[in-house]
């Protein structure tokens, strides 16, 4: 894979950029001062790290956070380009240097308060940062690198980790606060997970049916929905493989709150339709959702 060579500043100065990595910093920070570390919780990652070493040996959390960053920074310009690697390089610094001059008063010594929403808010943070290109945690830079080095998968090294550091914490603060530590970093995954992929998650239904010329005509007249149409063949069963059909394969791309709707208008037009559902990260261009007209 080849990167980019030139650091795009216009990305990394934009309006959106700027606002999203501030705002992505100050979350993480009143996630780890204001709930987190002064309640000996954890979240994964490089972030993890660093508080175990800060809370063990005393050593400065935002220096920590730095220098455990780097070598992951730099793993990640070789894989992705200069413009990701100086985009995280201004996260990690600007966080590193709220976490020396910002106070931020405890806000709560309740567990499953600070699970929620300390999980909640450091979630916030890494999901904005990444929106834009960035990152404040290096973990995941390290699992794509391991990954295509060594055969293993993302989430391999990721629980290999994460199963490291919350069975540390567990030795050193008490099995309690290693567990709340894992709810707080579940909670962090899936607010993270939500800010870069968004709320409304949307899935591609795909349809072969004897009735495709009908089954388009409910999909796109009256869900109103766009489609693609593959050309194929269905048929090929054990008992008659020899008998084909020529047939039109239908794709669209609707959200999870539309998909029962419609699977139920096709099955009723054709009892025996095969379908298959796949959910999908992102989805850009074309016609996937009506848009207000006021």
Known sequence: MTVSEKVNWNDIFSFKSIAFTVLGVLCALVALKGFMIPNNFLDGGVTGISILVYKIFGINIGIVLFVLNLPFLFMGYKKMGKTFAVQGLIAITLLCILLEVVEVPTVTNEKILISIFGGFLIGLGIGFIIKIGGVIDGLEVIAEYTNKKSGFQTTEVIMLVNSIIFLTAAFYFGIEPAMYSILTYFTATKTADYVVDGFESYTALTIISKEHDAIKSIIVKDFKKAITVYKGERGYL????????????????????????????????????????ENIKEVGGGVVKQTKKH
């Open 238 to 277: 054990y008992n008659s493989f020899d008998t084909k059909h020529d047939c039109d394969i239908i794709v669209t791309v609707v959200t999870r709150l539309e998909i029962h709707r419609i699977k139920q208008a096709i099955l009723a037009k054709d009892p025996k339709a095969f379908f298959y559902v």
